[in-house]
T-cell receptor, first 115, second 117 residues
Framework: NAGVMQNPRHLVRRRGQEARLRCSPM?????VYWYRQLPEEGLKFMVY????????ESGMPKERFSAEFPKEGPSILRIQQVVRGDSAAYFC?????????????FGSGTQLSVL | GNSVTQMEGPVTLSEEAFLTINCTYT??????LFWYVQYPGEGLQLLLK?????DKGSNKGFEATYRKETTSFHLEKGSVQVSDSAVYFC????????????????FGKGTLLTVNP
């Protein structure tokens, strides 16, 4: 019973390139949450998705960032035209139902480094 | 807004030493409080939680008590082991009728604990 799988573990991009981060939730989980941890800060909520729907993207930067969770396949967090300030650890979490009283299951994160 | 402040790390202890990692929070009303742990190479895992004032969460020898009067949720363990070496995150989840979204956790920065044999 695999946990939340994120890949790649480490991603290096040059300024202006695109970054794609993948998250496969636990089996049976249809709710996915993305968090970002900037250096010297705590994890911060970015976006909450269900299959084919964005439920809450209030934590997403207004430009260059997008997220999807298609009917088939992993959830993707996409960052276009990356800048050095995007360097951070990006964590994905999943739950079988809306996380009202459910604990979230986290992946081990993707460390994005922008050169 | 909501915020969590936890003890700066890193913390280095010898095996069997007493551990305290301080955590204080700012939030509307009485949020749920959590400690998550991230072992090397793994995802964050829920360690323990408390959902109302004076509740004590406990797991694997770790304890934390929800203190409303001091808005704190300090993590303690009486005798740490090498296997406890990890990053520890304090977090809160706002209550529903505070206007917050109850799936949005607010985390502290994390405290790296290293336990030496």
């Amino acid at each position: 019973n695999a946990g939340v799988m994120q890949n790649p573990r480490h991603l290096v991009r040059r300024r202006g390139q695109e970054a794609r981060l993948r998250c496969s939730p636990m089996k049976g989980h249809s709710h996915v949450y993305w968090y970002r941890q900037l250096p010297e800060e705590g994890l911060k909520f970015m976006v909450y998705l269900q299959k084919e729907n964005i439920i809450d993207e209030s934590g997403m930067p207004k430009e260059r960032f997008s997220a999807e969770f298609p009917k088939e396949g992993p959830s993707i967090l996409r960052i276009q035209q990356v800048v050095r300030g995007d360097s951070a650890a990006y964590f994905c979490a999943s739950s079988p139902r809306p996380a009202t009283n459910e604990k979230l299951f986290f992946g081990s994160g993707t460390q994005l480094s922008v050169l | 807004g909501n915020s969590v402040t936890q003890m700066e790390g890193p913390v280095t202890l010898s095996e069997e030493a007493f551990l305290t990692i301080n955590c204080t929070y700012t939030a509307t009303g009485y949020p749920s409080l959590f400690w998550y742990v991230q072992y090397p190479g793994e995802g964050l895992q829920l360690l323990l939680k408390a959902t109302k004032a004076d509740d004590k969460g406990s797991n694997k020898g770790f304890e934390a008590t929800y203190r409303k009067e001091t808005t704190s949720f300090h993590l303690e363990k009486g005798s740490v082991q090498v296997s406890d070496s990890a990053v520890y995150f304090c977090a809160l989840r706002p209550i529903i009728n505070s206007g917050g979204s109850n799936y949005k956790l607010t985390f502290g920065k994390g405290t790296l604990l290293t336990v030496n044999p």
